[in-house]
């Protein structure tokens, strides 16, 4: 069954703005997530932000080869949410009206 399930499941979506800050048990959760997702040969879709976990499992996900996507607001990114390059692709969106 988990192969069938896994050649029907190619994308998987990870937002986390959780602020780990010396959480180092998160830290390594989320990286090997990331490694994870990579090895599944997912792509991962995550919230575009450069901070928090969100960042390290793209980052853990893109470094293994995965296909990376960051989706972030445009109103986001346009207050400096986003300082640093995305990793892999990047998606700006229109905010919700």
């Known amino acids: 069954m988990a192969a069938?399930?896994?050649k029907q499941f190619k994308n998987i979506c990870v937002l986390s703005e959780?602020?780990?800050?010396?959480?180092k048990e998160f830290i390594e959760a989320t990286i090997d997530l990331g490694r994870s997702i990579a090895k599944r040969k997912l792509h991962?879709?995550?919230?575009?932000?450069?901070?928090?976990?969100?960042k390290l499992v793209s980052e853990a996900a893109?470094?293994?080869g995965s296909q990376v996507l960051?989706?972030?607001?445009?109103t986001l990114k346009?207050?400096?949410y986003l300082s640093n390059s995305p990793t892999g692709e990047e998606l700006v969106v229109s905010a919700p009206k």
């Open 78 to 80: 346009l207050l400096g």
């Open 62 to 64: 893109y470094i293994k």
């Open 18 to 23: 959780f602020n780990y800050g010396k959480y």
């Open 4 to 6: 069938t399930l896994n």
């Open 70 to 74: 960051g989706i972030i607001p445009r």
């Open 44 to 54: 991962l879709v995550y919230g575009g932000g450069d901070r928090w976990l969100s």
